[in-house]
C-alpha cells in the first residue's frame, strides 16, 4: 500500500467550522485514490490543522488534483465550512500544496488543483484542462456583469451583500465594525438633534461642537489653518485631491487674468511666471452647466471654478479665481488683494466643486469602480491555478461588496451623497460619464501623470515623491513575478485566459474606447508588467490616497463643503460672514456628511497591509523568495524623517497604513 498523508486547515474566521462528513480523493497522473471519508468529530473546527491517511494500492503519480465534499449528518443540518488550504505528502517525499480559501456551502464535489501555477497551454493534463473549464463556467455564472448606469463602468450583478458568493464577502471582523462605526455615530446625531435639522449654521464655531470627540491632528490642524492661502494650495498637492492640478503652459482663452490683477506691482509678467514653469491651473469644467441638488426643499449651486497658482517660495500660493466658464461681467475674477469675505468666499466655492470632484471622479471612478471591474474580470477569466489569479486575488478583497454597500447606501436614490451633496441629484451620473470619457490609461500611471500633469519639479509634493517610490517597488515585484512565467512576448500572446481579462476589462469597464488608451489585448511582458503594475496600485496604494484622509480634510466641513445653498456672487463687495454662514450647507447636510467621512476614514482591524499575503497563493521558491523582497522592500520606505520637519505629516502612503485592496 501507498499511504498518502493528507493535512487539512480549517480558517480561523467566525462560522468557518462544519461538523458534516468530509470526503476527499486524490487524483493523480497515473491514478486517484478511493473517495475516503476523514474521520474525526472535531477534526473541523475553527483553525484546526488535521492530519489524516489516504492509502492507495499503488502509487498515483504526480498529484494533479483533489476532489473534496462534504456530506451532512443525518440529525444535523447542512453547515459552511470554510477551507484554507490541503496538504499532501505523497509515499515519495513529494509535498503538494492546494490553496483554496473558500466556503464550501453545498454537498457537491469540488475540485482544487494543487499549488504550482499553470497558465492554460502549460496545462496539459486533460483532468486539468477540464476542471479548469468546469471552474471557469461555474465563476462566470457566479460573477456576472450589470448596467448601473449606462456609461460608467459596469459592476458585478448582486441582489445583496448575502448573494455574494462567500469568498468576496466581508469577514465577520469587518461587517460588525463597519456597522457599530455606522450605527454608533448615527445614533449621536440623533440624540442630538442633529440629523434630521434643516436649519442654517448661525455661528461657524458651532460647526466644531458637532463632533467634538472625533477629530484627528489633521482635522484639527484643517479647522485652525482653512482659510490660509498657503494651505488652500498645499491641498492640491498633499490633500485628498492631488489628481487635478497641473502645469499652466498658457493661459486659457476663458480666463482673463491680466498682470495688473495678479500682479499689481509690476513685480513680474503672467507670461514670464508661465515660461519659467511658475504657474498652474486647476480646471473644474467637468461640472459645468450642471443642474444642482435640491437638498432640503432648497435649490443647491455647483460651480465649475478655474484657479490659477503661483509658486513663490517654495508654495503654491492661489491668485485667481473665476467661479463660472463662461467670462462675464456678472462673473468677476477674485483675488487675493479682495475683501476677506470675497476672496474667503470664492474658495469656498473652489472647496466645494473640489468635494464632488474628488468624490465621484478620483474616488468612487478611479479607484472603486476601476478595482471592481478588475476583479470581476478577473473572477470570470482566470482560474485560480493561474499566476496572473494568484498575483492578484488578494488586491480583490471587499472590493465586491463595499462597492455594493456604496452604490446602496451612498449614491442611490435615497443614498446619503444623493441627499445631501449638491452633485448627489441629476449630476452624479453626468459627471461620471464625464470622468470616464476624459479618463486615459495614462493618467493612471503615477509616472505618466506626473510629466504630463508638468509636476516634476513642484516643490513639497508629498504625494509624487511617496507615490513613484511604491509605484517603483510593486513595478518590480510584478516584473519578477510575470518574467517568472512569462519568459517571452510570445507566451503572453498565446495565454487566452490572459487576453480574454485585458478585453472584458477594456469592454466592460472603460465600454471599448480606444481613445482612452487601455490595452485591448497585450503583446509584450512588458505591457503586460505595467497594467498590472497598475491594476495593483489603483487598488491599493491610489485608493489609500484619496481615500485614508477623508475625514482629515473634510472633517471641518467649512474646508470641504459637500454643497452650497447660495448663488455665488456677482460683483465684489456683496459677501460677509453672515452671507458665507448662509452659503454653507444645512445642519443635516453638514453632520451627515460628517459622520460618513468619519466612516470611510476607518481601517478595519482585519485589514491587509499591502505585500502582506495570509493566503498561500504561490507555492513555488521563486515567487515566494519575491513575496519576501517585496516585503523587505516596503519595509525599508523611511518616511518618518521627512515627516518630522512638515507642519502636516503626510502619512496616506505609508506601506505600513495601505490596504492591499479596495475595501473600504
Given at each position: 500500500m501507498k499511504d498518502y498523508e493528507v493535512t487539512v486547515s480549517t480558517g480561523n474566521r467566525v462560522r468557518a467550522s462544519t461538523f458534516n462528513n468530509v470526503f476527499i480523493k486524490l487524483v493523480g497522473t497515473e491514478g486517484e485514490s478511493e473517495h475516503k471519508w476523514l474521520k474525526g468529530a472535531k477534526a473541523f473546527r475553527i483553525g484546526a490543522v488535521s492530519t489524516f491517511t489516504v492509502s492507495c494500492p499503488v502509487s498515483i503519480g504526480k498529484l494533479i488534483l483533489i476532489e473534496l465534499d462534504?456530506?451532512?449528518?443525518?440529525?444535523?443540518?447542512?453547515?459552511?465550512?470554510?477551507?484554507?488550504?490541503?496538504?499532501?505528502?505523497?509515499?515519495?517525499?513529494?509535498?503538494y500544496n492546494f490553496p483554496i480559501y473558500r466556503w464550501i456551502t453545498d454537498n457537491k464535489v469540488h475540485y482544487f488543483r494543487e499549488g504550482t501555477a499553470l497558465k492554460v497551454y502549460d496545462d496539459i493534463h486533460p483532468l486539468g484542462q477540464y476542471s479548469r473549464q468546469q471552474e471557469l463556467k461555474q465563476r462566470q455564472e457566479?460573477?456576472?456583469?450589470?448596467v448601473y448606469a449606462e456609461g460608467i463602468p459596469h459592476c458585478m450583478k448582486a441582489e445583496g451583500p448575502l448573494s455574494l458568493p462567500g469568498e468576496v464577502r466581508f469577514s465577520f471582523t469587518k461587517a460588525s465594525e463597519l456597522l457599530l462605526t455606522a450605527t454608533t455615530g448615527l445614533a449621536e446625531l440623533q440624540l442630538e438633534g442633529l440629523a434630521d435639522s434643516k436649519e442654517n449654521w448661525t455661528d461657524i464655531d458651532d460647526i466644531a461642537r458637532v463632533f467634538c470627540c472625533r477629530?484627528?491632528?489633521?482635522?484639527?490642524?484643517?479647522?485652525?489653518?482653512?482659510?490660509?492661502?498657503?494651505?488652500?494650495?498645499?491641498?492640491?498637492?498633499?490633500?485628498?485631491?492631488?489628481?487635478?492640478?497641473?502645469?499652466?503652459?498658457?493661459?486659457?482663452?476663458?480666463?482673463?487674468?491680466?498682470?495688473?490683477m495678479v500682479f499689481p506691482q509690476g513685480q513680474c509678467s503672467l507670461a514670464d511666471e508661465i515660461k519659467k514653469g511658475n504657474i498652474y491651473l486647476c480646471d473644474y469644467k467637468r461640472l459645468d452647466g450642471l443642474e444642482a441638488n435640491t437638498i432640503n426643499e432648497k435649490k443647491q449651486y455647483l460651480m465649475a471654478p478655474l484657479v490659477l497658482f503661483h509658486k513663490t517660495l517654495n508654495k503654491l500660493m492661489p491668485i485667481a479665481i473665476q467661479l463660472k466658464q463662461t467670462p462675464a461681467d456678472d462673473n468677476p475674477i477674485f483675488l487675493p488683494t479682495d475683501s476677506e469675505?470675497?476672496?474667503?468666499?470664492?474658495?469656498?466655492?473652489?472647496?466645494?466643486?473640489?468635494?464632488?470632484?474628488?468624490?465621484?471622479?478620483?474616488?468612487?471612478?478611479?479607484?472603486?469602480?476601476?478595482?471592481?471591474?478588475?476583479?470581476?474580470?478577473?473572477?470570470?477569466?482566470?482560474?485560480?491555478?493561474?499566476?496572473?489569479?494568484?498575483?492578484?486575488?488578494?488586491?480583490?478583497?471587499?472590493?465586491?461588496?463595499?462597492?455594493?454597500?456604496?452604490?446602496?447606501?451612498?449614491?442611490?436614490?435615497?443614498?446619503?451623497?444623493?441627499?445631501?451633496?449638491?452633485?448627489?441629484?441629476?449630476?452624479?451620473i453626468t459627471i461620471l460619464k464625464r470622468s470616464l470619457s476624459s479618463l486615459t490609461y495614462s493618467s493612471l500611471c503615477i509616472q505618466d501623470d506626473i510629466a504630463e500633469r508638468g509636476l516634476e519639479g513642484v516643490p513639497n509634493f508629498q504625494y509624487r515623491d511617496d507615490g513613484l517610490k511604491l509605484w517603483e517597488i510593486i513595478h518590480k515585484f510584478v516584473e519578477g513575478m510575470l518574467s517568472h512565467y512569462y519568459k517571452d512576448d510570445a507566451e503572453v500572446q498565446k495565454d487566452s485566459e490572459l487576453q480574454k481579462w485585458i478585453l472584458d476589462i477594456f469592454e466592460q469597464g472603460f465600454l471599448s474606447q480606444a481613445d482612452t488608451?487601455?490595452?485591448?489585448?497585450?503583446?509584450?511582458?512588458?505591457?503586460?508588467?505595467?497594467?498590472?503594475?497598475?491594476?495593483?496600485?489603483?487598488?491599493?496604494?491610489?485608493?489609500?490616497?484619496?481615500?485614508?484622509?477623508?475625514f482629515d480634510?473634510?472633517?471641518?466641513?467649512?474646508?470641504?463643503?459637500?454643497?452650497?445653498?447660495?448663488?455665488?456672487?456677482?460683483?465684489?463687495?456683496?459677501?460677509?460672514?453672515?452671507?458665507?454662514?448662509?452659503?454653507?450647507?444645512?445642519?443635516?447636510?453638514?453632520?451627515?456628511?460628517?459622520?460618513?467621512?468619519?466612516?470611510?476614514?476607518?481601517?478595519?482591524?482585519?485589514?491587509?497591509?499591502?505585500?502582506?499575503?495570509?493566503?498561500?497563493?504561490?507555492?513555488?521558491?521563486?515567487?515566494?523568495?519575491?513575496?519576501?523582497?517585496?516585503?523587505?522592500?516596503?519595509?525599508?520606505?523611511?518616511?518618518?524623517?521627512?515627516?518630522?520637519?512638515?507642519?502636516v505629516p503626510y502619512t496616506y502612503l505609508f506601506p505600513a497604513k495601505v490596504e492591499n485592496s479596495v475595501a473600504i
Open positions: 462534504k456530506q451532512r449528518l443525518l440529525l444535523f443540518s447542512e453547515d459552511d465550512w470554510f477551507l484554507d488550504k490541503v496538504e499532501v505528502k505523497s509515499p515519495e517525499g513529494e509535498t457566479d460573477y456576472q456583469w450589470d477629530h484627528t491632528d489633521i482635522s484639527d490642524y484643517v479647522e485652525e489653518h482653512w482659510k490660509e492661502d498657503a494651505f488652500f494650495g498645499y491641498q492640491y498637492l498633499n490633500g485628498v485631491n492631488p489628481m487635478l492640478i497641473r502645469l499652466c503652459t498658457a493661459l486659457p482663452s476663458n480666463f482673463p487674468v491680466t498682470d495688473g469675505y470675497d476672496w474667503l468666499t470664492a474658495k469656498i466655492f473652489v472647496r466645494s466643486a473640489d468635494f464632488s470632484e474628488h468624490q465621484l471622479n478620483v474616488h468612487l471612478l478611479r479607484t472603486h469602480l476601476l478595482a471592481e471591474v478588475f476583479a470581476v474580470s478577473l473572477l470570470r477569466n482566470i482560474p485560480a491555478v493561474h499566476p496572473l489569479y494568484k498575483l492578484l486575488i488578494p488586491h480583490t478583497r471587499y472590493t465586491l461588496q463595499i462597492n455594493f454597500l456604496a452604490r446602496l447606501l451612498l449614491i442611490s436614490e435615497n443614498g446619503v451623497f444623493t441627499k445631501y451633496v449638491a452633485s448627489g441629484g441629476e449630476a452624479l488608451g487601455i490595452p485591448q489585448r497585450f503583446s509584450t511582458v512588458a505591457e503586460l508588467v505595467k497594467f498590472v503594475t497598475m491594476a495593483i496600485f489603483t487598488c491599493s496604494a491610489q485608493h489609500a490616497s484619496v481615500n485614508s484622509g477623508q480634510y473634510g472633517g471641518w466641513m467649512p474646508n470641504a463643503p459637500p454643497s452650497l445653498q447660495l448663488p455665488p456672487p456677482t460683483a465684489k463687495g456683496t459677501t460677509s460672514e453672515a452671507t458665507m454662514l448662509q452659503t454653507l450647507p444645512d445642519v443635516n447636510a453638514t453632520v451627515n456628511i460628517m459622520s460618513t467621512l468619519w466612516l470611510l476614514s476607518q481601517q478595519s482591524s482585519d485589514s491587509v497591509l499591502l505585500g502582506n499575503y495570509p493566503e498561500d497563493h504561490f507555492s513555488e521558491e521563486i515567487p515566494l523568495e519575491l513575496i519576501k523582497g517585496f516585503q523587505g522592500a516596503l519595509a525599508n520606505v523611511a518616511l518618518e524623517v521627512r515627516n518630522r520637519s512638515l507642519n
